[in-house]
């Protein structure tokens, strides 16, 4: 009886596990992880500049947007005044003498071309919180003549019958009644109502959008004719030289 003995079959070794597979599979997590941390962090951060944006005022821009309307305005009337006018006017001829006298009343606007401002004419102090506005002079727009109020009296005479002296004397009043108008809307009283009430119009027209959106600071209007004084202005940062560094 033939006893052979087999062999038992090779069995292939188990495959080797490759070294450091377990730390570079946690690397790449950890790293995944950083990233998503990193992306996270950014987000939070791009959130909160937008909230910061939306919810701080900047007052440079409230004020160039204030500016803006105003200059749509055109012009700004914010007083006028009524004057009368009482002149008289005398010639002699031949021996006779006439006198003509008039009364003309008439209405004076004081007006500011707002087309002129600039932006460097309004500039804001951050650490006063004080907006300052230089505006252009005050323009006197009249007189404006009420021609059915105008009252003329002369003594007549022979003169004015044989020539057209009453002609001549009654232009000559209509002139000089138009000169002292306006010499009267010259006076210092009147001027400085008008840049006074000038004044708060564009004060309010700057101050109530800042306290709209919750800007603590002051607005202060001077004219750009006017002396300043003993008050010193903040020359630092106008609106145009913070458009320019934003760009």
């Known amino acids: 009886m033939d006893q052979r003995v087999t062999p038992p079959a090779d069995t292939p070794p188990p495959p080797s596990r490759p070294r450091g597979g377990v730390g570079l599979f946690l690397t790449k997590v950890a790293g995944v992880l950083l990233l998503l941390v990193l992306a ?3 987000m939070v951060w791009g959130v909160q500049r937008y909230v910061e944006d939306r919810l701080t005022p900047d007052p440079t821009t409230i004020a160039r947007a204030s500016l803006d309307g105003l ?3 055109n012009r700004l009337s ?3 005044a009524r004057y009368v006018a009482v002149v008289s006017s005398r010639q002699s001829q031949l021996g ?3 006198e003509r006298t008039l009364i003309m009343p008439g209405m004076v606007r004081y007006e500011v071309d707002l087309g002129k401002l600039r932006q460097q004419d309004v500039r804001w ?4 919180h004080v907006l300052s506005v230089t505006l252009p002079p005050v323009e006197i727009d009249g007189p404006q003549v009420d021609l059915s109020a105008i009252r003329e009296y002369g003594s007549g005479g022979l003169l004015t019958t044989f020539t057209d002296a009453e002609q001549r004397l009654d232009a000559a009043n209509r002139t000089a009644g138009q000169v002292e108008l306006m010499r009267q809307a010259r006076a210092p009283a009147p ?3 008008a840049r006074d009430a000038t004044r708060r119009a564009v004060e309010r027209s700057f101050a109530m959008p800042l306290r709209a959106a919750g800007v603590e600071g002051s607005v202060k209007v001077r004219f750009s004719d006017e002396a300043a004084g003993d008050e010193r202005w903040d020359t630092t940062r106008n609106l145009q030289e ?3 560094n934003s760009g």
Not at 125 to 128: E, L
């Open 78 to 80: 914010a007083f006028a």
């Open 40 to 42: 996270g962090l950014i």
């Open 191 to 193: 001027m400085k109502l």
């Open 71 to 73: 200059r749509e305005q």
């Open 242 to 244: 913070v458009l320019g």
């Open 125 to 128: 102090d951050a650490n006063a």
């Open 96 to 98: 006779f003498s006439t």
